[in-house]
């Protein structure tokens, strides 16, 4: 049911931060390091329609639920972020700061 699969913070390639134009909302994005890809991938599948929280520090940040299955690496979260939240949240990961890991959650 892909409960037990976590993906750390070590897995991510890159962050990012920025605002939809369509939408106006701001948003954070990242991309996964190629060797995490696949297990990406089979996380969202395993969870479409689920949450998967990114945890800082014990605690969850945001939990989105999934949309679609992720095969490319590349995700863009929204939901309410501030803009000063999206760069802050996108620094912090860009200078490996962020010890943050993904699981499932009911």
Do not use: H
Not at 9 to 16: P, R, T
Not at 54 to 81: H, R, S, W, Y
């Amino acid at each position: 049911n892909g409960q037990g699969l976590i993906i750390s913070g070590a897995d991510i390639e890159s962050f990012g931060s920025g605002r939809d134009s369509a939408s106006q909302e701001d948003y954070i994005s990242f991309s996964f390091k190629k060797s995490a890809v696949q297990l990406w991938a089979e996380i969202t599948k395993l969870n479409i329609g689920k949450a998967v929280a990114m945890v800082l520090d014990g605690k969850v940040i945001f939990a989105p639920v999934v949309q679609d299955e992720i095969t490319n690496g590349n995700c863009t979260l929204t939901g309410g972020f501030t803009s000063d939240q999206v760069k802050f949240i996108a620094a912090m990961g860009a200078n490996g700061e962020l010890p943050v890991s993904f699981k499932v959650v009911n």
